[in-house]
Structures are given as structure tokens and as C-alpha cells.
Nanobody, 123 residues
């Protein structure tokens, strides 16, 4: 059973950057597809980015592509989300998740979730 702990959220202004981290423990990190999701108030949880365990390919939602970068360090059991040019609509709780499956953009495929970290972007 893998445990995930996110960090790095905060309050920033539009145009600023943040880097989220997600530290994993209790499992074989390199064997998991790692994803980031977010949930804004009153909205459903949505896919943000993911990296499958099989290679270094990265996947992004259209709303963040070109601004966000996902990366992972298997030696540190950590996945990151670098967020640049933040917009007020990026405001949400950001969740890190781990999956044994190859389907990367469906929350239901992720069995392990962190507690989330709040990102607030002011205009």
C-alpha cells in the first residue's frame, strides 16, 4: 500500500510559478503510473498530468499543456508538478495519485491518493 504526501501549494499571483511535490512511501514507486489531478470548488476532479511507469512520456490536459511540467525522480520516490504562468482558473486542490494501470487520465484508475494541497491564484 503506497502512501502519498503532497506539498508546495500556496497563494500566488497570476503569472507566478509553483512547484508541487509528492513523496511516496510503502510501495515500489517505479512501478506506478503517477498522476496529478485537481478539484476546484463545486467542480469534479479533473486530470492535470501524468507519467506512466513504463517510460518517460508525459501527458497533460489541454488546459495546462505548455504551462505545467510533470517529472518524477524514482530514486527519491517523488513526483513533481512545475506550474508556470499560473492563472486564477488554476485555483484548486491538487492531488497526487498512483496507479498500476496504463490508463492515465481517469481518476477511477488511480487507487492511491494523497490528501491534496491547495493552490490559490489571485488575479
Amino acid at each position: 500500500q503506497v502512501q502519498l504526501v503532497e506539498s508546495g501549494g500556496g497563494l500566488v499571483q497570476a503569472g507566478d510559478s509553483l512547484r508541487l511535490s509528492c513523496a511516496a512511501s510503502g510501495g515500489t514507486f517505479s512501478s506506478y503510473t503517477m498522476g496529478w489531478f485537481r478539484q476546484a470548488p463545486g467542480k469534479e476532479r479533473e486530470f492535470v498530468a501524468a507519467m506512466p511507469y513504463i517510460d518517460d512520456t508525459t501527458y497533460y490536459s489541454s488546459s495546462v499543456k505548455g504551462r505545467f511540467t510533470i517529472s518524477r525522480d524514482n530514486a527519491k520516490n517523488t513526483v513533481y508538478l512545475q506550474m508556470n504562468t499560473l492563472k486564477p482558473e488554476d485555483t484548486a486542490i491538487y492531488y497526487c495519485a498512483a496507479s498500476s494501470a496504463m490508463i492515465i487520465n481517469k481518476a477511477v484508475m488511480y487507487k492511491h491518493w494523497g490528501q491534496g494541497t491547495q493552490v490559490t491564484v489571485s488575479s
